[in-house]
């Protein structure tokens, strides 16, 4: 006879069985990879184009600045690449333009250079275009000191501006955090909702087709909600490992490798573990929940609170992670759900102190015990009515329909 304490590990194994040989959630999987994949090689051909990828040149003194251009973007970590095309004379030129729109012309007219794009004007915000005004400016120094009679270090001295920071840097910019604001944001959104929903939605076909009657024959209710919960929570941090590895794994080979710091690594451990955490409380709740529909129709009806509870942490982070040393952003890290995205992303940047996670963990683990006591409260007092849709007073305070 079956150890009834041990049973949800038979109920979470076919939780888990079930939904590896079904078919649409293979499928699904494999377009999140073949879609992940087709971003990174996307944004690896974006990337790819630059403000200009050639500077096309009539004689040395153009040539000795492109490469000067080069140096300068070198050291400033730019994965800009600037190639030299030699022209015989501006006719050659102006015919390289007319054949490649990234390719733009350098020449000194009347002691001033110029920078000519062929049918539009080289942007002044791009970082080859900096490069290049920056080596003009090198060599019309050296220049002008060549012929005032001085050495040219004498008259740049001191015109440099060092730049820093007092605080010290993770190595990832604020462009880094806002993007991994979003994609924390989705992830969780996306998985929460789409897990929570597959959850509501077995509750309430077990309930309809009379299975859970014979479940329940020689499983508690308390087994089946764990083993539910348990089996749920394995796939979806599954997956979401998957995701966040194959992404960064993706991002690695791209013209962005740079941003995997250690500190993004670190910040992706910890919203896999808050996940893990705020996932539970959230799978309690969309079970107790499908407990509550006596039809699949009622679904949406009793699953939308904690859809639209979702929607609102979604859209807190986007809004508030512009300022991530904003009080908006600092109470999110000790609500619980939100902290689940809103805590790695303040480690991100060292805008939490090193008992900040500890703190906010234990917060989180804090509500996930209570989510799961009150769910399976009303899943034990629901999941055997069929007269209608339960309220959540009555699915609260009525008797227990199964031990």
Same mark, same amino acid.
């Given at each position: 006879m079956t150890n009834t304490s041990s049973a949800w590990r038979l109920v979470a194994s076919r939780e888990v069985d079930v939904k590896l040989r079904d078919k649409g959630f293979i499928i699904s999987m494999i377009i999140t990879v073949l879609l992940i994949v087709a971003i990174s090689v996307v944004l690896s051909i974006i990337s790819s184009k630059h403000d200009h990828d050639s500077v096309v040149v009539t004689d040395d003194k153009a040539a000795a600045i492109v490469k000067? +251009?080069?140096?300068?973007?070198? +050291?400033?970590?730019?994965?800009d690449k600037t190639e030299v095309v030699r022209a015989a004379d501006e006719a050659e030129a102006h015919r390289e333009l007319q054949n490649d729109d990234n390719m733009v012309y350098l020449h000194q007219k009347d002691g001033q250079w110029h920078l000519d794009g062929y049918d539009k004007t080289p942007s002044a915000d791009g970082s080859s275009t900096g490069a290049m005004e920056r080596a003009v400016a090198v060599a019309a120094v050296a220049d002008n000191a060549k012929v005032a009679g001085v050495d040219a270090s004498t008259m740049t001295k001191g015109m440099s501006l060092q730049t820093g920071q007092v605080k010290p840097s993770d190595g990832t910019s604020e462009a880094v955090r806002y993007m991994l604001a979003i994609v924390f944001s989705v992830l969780f959104m996306m998985s929460a909702i789409y897990y929570g929903v597959m959850i509501a939605n077995s509750v309430v076909e077990e309930n309809q087709s009379r299975i859970v009657e014979?479940? =329940?024959?020689?499983? #508690? +209710?308390?087994? =089946?909600?764990?083993?539910?919960?348990?089996?749920?929570?394995?796939?979806?941090v599954g997956q979401l490992i998957i995701i966040c590895g194959l992404s960064m794994l993706a991002v690695s080979f791209s013209q962005w490798s740079n941003?995997?710091?250690?500190? $993004?690594? /670190?910040?992706?451990? /910890?919203?896999?573990?808050?996940?893990? @955490?705020?996932?539970?409380?959230? +799978?309690?709740?969309?079970a107790a929940a499908g407990s509550m529909a006596s039809r699949s129709e009622?679904?949406? %009806?009793?699953?939308? #609170?904690? $859809?639209? =509870?979702?929607?609102?942490?979604?859209? /807190?982070? @986007?809004?508030?992670?512009? %300022? #991530?040393?904003?009080?908006?952003?600092?109470?999110g890290s000790y609500v619980p759900i939100a902290s689940v995205v809103f805590m790695p992303l303040r480690m991100l940047g060292h805008r939490a102190e090193w008992w900040e996670p500890i703190v906010s963990i234990f917060v989180t683990l804090g509500f996930t015990v209570f989510a799961v006591l009150a769910g399976e409260r009303i899943y034990r007092r629901s999941i055997l009515q069929t007269n209608g849709r339960v309220s959540f007073k009555n699915a609260w305070k009525q008797n227990e329909s199964v031990a």
């Open positions: 000067v +251009a080069q140096q300068d973007l070198a +050291a400033r970590g730019s994965t014979i479940l =329940l024959t020689g499983v #508690p +209710a308390r087994q =089946l909600l764990i083993g539910k919960i348990v089996g749920n929570t394995v796939l979806a941003i995997i710091t250690f500190a $993004m690594s /670190w910040s992706v451990m /910890w919203f896999l573990l808050f996940f893990l @955490v705020g996932f539970v409380a959230l +799978a309690s709740l969309y009622d679904v949406q %009806n009793t699953t939308s #609170p904690l $859809m639209y =509870l979702i929607m609102i942490i979604y859209f /807190w982070v @986007v809004f508030s992670m512009s %300022n #991530p040393d904003g009080m908006s952003a600092k109470i």
